[in-house]
């Protein structure tokens, strides 16, 4: 099967890496212990309590490129020679102040200056959180009026949107806004519908997030295809399935409104695979960006862009979490596939809310975590063997 080269997958591993990756995945597919040690890190990590030491070699190793720019550019080197694209990402999530909205956006264009160093790096990526508080989404998407405060806030969020597009389309780097909880998403969608209006004329340079386990997605996209037609730009869209599955359900059920998500993976699964058939089929307007380390899916596209012809240099990416998928990553680029791998970086203590989120993510798709685990061992194994 092609995406079960381990050799080819894990070269890049050492014994040792591999079996420490085997005993985090392991942890990490134990909810009751994920949910205990998380609450155990916020609680230390509240009270200032350096606990740096418990995961330098362990998750962070695992799941981070590097601490700082020279470790990162590192690993997209080690990429680059497999043919495989990065993308960089400051992935610190401790923003409480509007200073920290400001250095946030700081470190996002400076992360576009990684592209200037490997040319392997032709995305950027930022959380909408990362640039604007979520009470100020959340309200915009409602339509609720704004004090001059929140007004204030909300031009800033633009201001620092539209920076980054800039950025992007002065470096030639593509951008890629992700998603998040429905309850702001509305807003982030505003804002980068109109950019992707401004900037996506000729060639597509920001790329929007749809999550298809939202039930209003497939006609959300169908709509954003017409408007995209009549207002003449092109659309990028990076698809993924959608990481705020508990999240949405608890909060619709303490409000009491209808969960806006699928209540089976089936449907989210073929609500996906219809959103790529429409996607594929309209390559003249869209770039596809393919989130996912789901194998059917991925086995799906490049059925069909083989049975229509379709050039394996169009702009049709497939991107993996770094840490995880090596074996679609490793095994797509191998045949030529444009294959971007997500690499965040940032110091230990700043990336820690990311690394829980990883977790809790692993738990919660229980599947994934096996999969990685079963593919450890059979390269272990292989190891043995020869
Ligand atoms: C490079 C990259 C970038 C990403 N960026 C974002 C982003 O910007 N925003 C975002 O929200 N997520 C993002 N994700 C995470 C993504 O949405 C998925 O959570 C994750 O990739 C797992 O889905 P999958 O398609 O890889 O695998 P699969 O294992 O096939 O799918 C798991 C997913 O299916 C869905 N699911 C599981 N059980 C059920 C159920 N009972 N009912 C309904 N649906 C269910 C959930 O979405 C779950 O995450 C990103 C992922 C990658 C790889």
Same mark, same amino acid.
């Given at each position: 099967?092609?995406?079960?080269?381990?050799?080819?997958?894990?070269?890049?591993?050492?014994?040792?890496?591999?079996?420490?990756?085997?005993?985090?995945?392991?942890?990490?597919?134990?909810?009751?212990?994920?949910?205990?040690?998380?609450?155990?890190?916020?609680?230390?990590?509240?009270?200032?309590?350096?606990?740096?030491?418990?995961?330098?070699?362990?998750?962070?190793?695992?799941?981070?490129?590097?601490?700082?720019?020279?470790?990162?550019?590192?690993?997209?080197?080690?990429?680059?020679?497999?043919?495989?694209?990065?993308?960089?990402?400051?992935?610190?999530?401790?923003?409480?102040? *509007?200073?920290?909205?400001?250095?946030?956006?700081?470190?996002?264009?400076?992360?576009?200056?990684?592209?200037?160093?490997?040319?392997?790096?032709?995305?950027?990526?930022?959380?909408?959180?990362?640039?604007?508080?979520?009470?100020?989404?959340?309200?915009?998407?409602?339509?609720?009026?704004?004090?001059?405060?929140?007004?204030?806030?909300? @031009?800033?969020?633009?201001?620092?949107?539209?920076?980054?597009?800039?950025?992007?389309?002065?470096?030639?780097?593509?951008?890629?806004? *992700?998603?998040?909880?429905?309850?702001?998403?509305?807003?982030?969608?505003?804002?980068?519908?109109?950019?992707?209006?401004?900037?996506?004329?000729?060639?597509?340079?920001?790329?929007?997030?749809?999550?298809?386990?939202?039930?209003?997605?497939?006609?959300?996209?169908?709509?954003?295809?017409?408007?995209?037609?009549?207002?003449?730009?092109?659309?990028?869209?990076?698809?993924?399935?959608?990481?705020?599955?508990?999240?949405?359900?608890?909060?619709?059920?303490?409000?009491?409104?209808?969960?806006?998500?699928?209540?089976?993976?089936?449907?989210?699964?073929?609500?996906?695979?219809?959103?790529?058939?429409?996607?594929?089929?309209?390559?003249?307007?869209?770039?596809?960006?393919?989130?996912?380390?789901?194998?059917?899916?991925?086995?799906?596209?490049?059925?069909?862009?083989?049975?229509? @012809?379709?050039?394996?240099?169009?702009?049709?990416?497939?991107?993996?979490?770094?840490?995880?998928?090596?074996?679609?990553?490793?095994?797509?680029?191998?045949?030529?596939?444009?294959?971007?791998?997500?690499?965040?970086?940032?110091?230990?203590?700043?990336?820690?809310?990311?690394?829980?989120?990883?977790?809790?993510?692993?738990?919660?798709?229980?599947?994934?975590?096996?999969?990685?685990?079963?593919?450890?061992?059979?390269?272990?194994?292989?190891?043995?063997?020869?």
């Amino acid at each position: 099967m092609l995406f079960d080269n381990t050799k080819r997958a894990f070269h890049l591993k050492t014994d040792f890496d591999l079996k420490k990756a085997l005993i985090i995945f392991k942890l990490i597919s134990s909810k009751r212990l994920v949910s205990i040690v998380s609450r155990l890190v916020y609680f230390l990590y509240k009270i200032n309590m350096s606990i740096n030491f418990l995961f330098k070699d362990t998750v962070f190793k695992q799941f981070c490129a590097g601490t700082n720019k020279q470790e990162t550019l590192e690993i997209v080197d080690q990429l680059s020679k497999s043919k495989i694209y990065s993308y960089v990402h400051y992935a610190s999530e401790n923003i409480k102040t *509007d200073e920290d909205l400001d250095l946030s956006l700081k470190q996002i264009l400076s992360s576009f200056a990684f592209s200037k160093l490997n040319k392997n790096i032709s995305f950027v990526v930022f959380k909408p959180t990362s640039l604007g508080f979520s009470d100020i989404y959340q309200k915009h998407s409602l339509n609720k009026p704004l004090n001059s405060i929140g007004k204030e806030s909300f @031009n800033k969020i633009k201001f620092r949107f539209e920076a980054c597009c800039k950025k992007a389309k002065d470096l030639k780097v593509k951008l890629l806004i *992700d998603a998040e909880e429905s309850w702001i998403q509305d807003s982030i969608d505003n804002l980068t519908e109109s950019l992707m209006e401004k900037y996506n004329k000729k060639n597509v340079i920001v790329y929007t997030t749809i999550q298809m386990y939202r039930k209003d997605r497939y006609d959300y996209l169908i709509n954003l295809h017409k408007k995209a037609l009549i207002k003449k730009f092109k659309i990028g869209v990076k698809l993924v399935r959608g990481a705020y599955i508990e999240k949405e359900f608890n909060r619709s059920r303490l409000l009491g409104y209808e969960n806006p998500i699928y209540s089976t993976k089936k449907e989210t699964d073929k609500s996906f695979n219809k959103a790529v058939n429409f996607i594929l089929k309209r390559l003249e307007v869209f770039s596809l960006f393919l989130a996912t380390h789901n194998e059917k899916s991925i086995y799906n596209v490049i059925r069909f862009m083989s049975k229509n @012809n379709i050039s394996k240099k169009r702009e049709i990416y497939f991107s993996q979490l770094y840490g995880m998928g090596d074996n679609i990553t490793f095994n797509l680029s191998h045949l030529n596939y444009k294959v971007v791998k997500y690499l965040p970086y940032g110091p230990i203590k700043d990336v820690i809310p990311y690394l829980i989120r990883r977790a809790e993510e692993n738990t919660s798709v229980s599947g994934q975590t096996s999969r990685e685990m079963e593919l450890i061992k059979k390269e272990i194994k292989r190891r043995k063997l020869n």
